[in-house]
C-alpha cells in the first residue's frame, strides 16, 4: 500500500508521541519505553492500523507496536490512534522492516502479526516477501523461543509461498486453516485488517498460519 504523497506526513509524525523517533536507541529497553513488562506483540505493514490498534484496545494485557514504512499509510493509523488516547500499550514505528534485529534486541518480541502482506510477485523480489526466509531469520533474532510469527493473507500464491519457507528456514508449522472466517478454532478472537474486510467481502477465502522455531516447539523433544 502506498497512498498518495501527503504533505507534512514526515513533519507531523516526527512530532507525534505516539511514534517511537529514533527506535534503535530503545533497543533493549522496550519494557521502560511502556513502563511496564507486558508482552510485546508487533505486527509488521501495518497499513492503516485498524488491526493493531484494535487488538491493543481489546488487549490491555499485552504491549504493541505497529511497524509502518511509509509516512502517509503511517498518518493513517495515527489518526486512529489520536482518537483513542486511553491507550497506554500502542506505539508506531515509520521504519522498514528489515531493520527489526537493530530495534529490538533478542527475546524482546512475544508474536509478530503479518497481515496481508505486499506480495512482490515477480520471483526475483521473493526476498523482499515478509513471510521469505530472509525475513523469517529476522524474526528469529528478535523472537523470544516460544514466540510466533502469524501470517494471514488472500493471496493463495503467497500463502504457498510461505508455507514452503517454513521448513528450510528451521521453523514449524504450528496451525493453519485455508478459511479463517470458517475455521472454528482460529477465528476466534480474530480481529479483521482494512484489507480482510475487503477482500473477504469479496467472498475469497482468508488463509491463516502460526509458525514457531522447530528448535522450541515441545512436540519436538
Ligand atoms: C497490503 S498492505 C496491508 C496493510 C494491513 N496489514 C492490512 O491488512 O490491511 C501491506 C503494508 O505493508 C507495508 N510494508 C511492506 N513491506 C514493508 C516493510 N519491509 N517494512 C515496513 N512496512 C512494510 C506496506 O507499506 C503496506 O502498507
Given at each position: 500500500?502506498?497512498?498518495?504523497?501527503?504533505?507534512?506526513?514526515?513533519e507531523?509524525?516526527?512530532?507525534?508521541?505516539?511514534?517511537?523517533?529514533?527506535?534503535?536507541?530503545?533497543?533493549?529497553?522496550?519494557?521502560?519505553?511502556?513502563?511496564?513488562?507486558?508482552?510485546?506483540?508487533?505486527e509488521?505493514?501495518?497499513?492503516?492500523?485498524?488491526?493493531?490498534?484494535?487488538?491493543?484496545?481489546?488487549?490491555?494485557?499485552?504491549?504493541?507496536?505497529?511497524?509502518?514504512?511509509?509516512?502517509?499509510?503511517?498518518?493513517?493509523?495515527?489518526?486512529?490512534?489520536?482518537?483513542?488516547?486511553?491507550?497506554?500499550?500502542?506505539?508506531?514505528?515509520?521504519?522498514?522492516?528489515?531493520?527489526?534485529?537493530?530495534?529490538?534486541?533478542?527475546?524482546?518480541?512475544?508474536?509478530?502479526?503479518?497481515?496481508?502482506?505486499?506480495?512482490?510477485?515477480?520471483d526475483?523480489?521473493?526476498?523482499?516477501?515478509?513471510?521469505?526466509?530472509?525475513?523469517?531469520?529476522?524474526?528469529?533474532?528478535?523472537?523470544?523461543?516460544?514466540?510466533?510469527v502469524?501470517?494471514?493473507?488472500?493471496?493463495?500464491?503467497?500463502?504457498?509461498?510461505?508455507?514452503?519457507?517454513?521448513e528450510?528456514?528451521?521453523?514449524?508449522?504450528?496451525?493453519?486453516?485455508?478459511?479463517?472466517?470458517?475455521?472454528?478454532?482460529?477465528?476466534?478472537?480474530?480481529?479483521?485488517?482494512?484489507?480482510?474486510?475487503?477482500?473477504?467481502?469479496?467472498?475469497?477465502?482468508?488463509?491463516?498460519?502460526?509458525?514457531?522455531?522447530?528448535?522450541?516447539?515441545?512436540?519436538?523433544?
Open positions: 500500500m502506498r497512498l498518495r504523497n501527503i504533505p507534512r506526513a514526515d507531523i509524525i516526527a512530532e507525534s508521541s505516539y511514534v517511537i523517533q529514533d527506535a534503535k536507541t530503545v533497543r533493549g529497553a522496550w519494557k521502560q519505553a511502556f513502563g511496564n513488562d507486558h508482552p510485546i506483540h508487533i509488521v505493514g501495518m497499513g492503516k492500523g485498524r488491526f493493531i490498534t484494535q487488538m491493543a484496545f481489546d488487549h490491555p494485557e499485552i504491549n504493541y507496536v505497529g511497524i509502518e514504512r511509509y509516512s502517509s499509510v503511517l498518518l493513517r493509523a495515527l489518526e486512529k490512534r489520536e482518537t483513542m488516547t486511553e491507550l497506554q500499550n500502542l506505539f508506531f514505528l515509520c521504519i522498514d522492516a528489515r531493520e527489526l534485529p537493530e530495534i529490538f534486541a533478542e527475546n524482546e518480541v512475544e508474536r509478530i502479526y503479518l497481515n496481508f502482506s505486499d506480495p512482490w510477485p515477480k526475483r523480489h521473493a526476498k523482499r516477501r515478509l513471510p521469505s526466509r530472509e525475513f523469517l531469520s529476522r524474526y528469529d533474532k528478535i523472537l523470544v523461543p516460544d514466540g510466533t502469524e501470517f494471514k493473507t488472500d493471496n493463495r500464491g503467497l500463502f504457498d509461498f510461505a508455507l514452503e519457507e517454513v528450510p528456514a528451521g521453523w514449524i508449522l504450528k496451525a493453519c486453516t485455508f478459511d479463517l472466517h470458517h475455521d472454528g478454532v482460529l477465528s476466534e478472537g480474530n480481529v479483521m485488517t482494512e484489507y480482510e474486510e475487503k477482500f473477504s467481502a469479496l467472498g475469497n477465502p482468508i488463509h491463516k498460519m502460526i509458525v514457531c522455531r522447530e528448535k522450541n516447539d515441545p512436540a519436538q523433544d
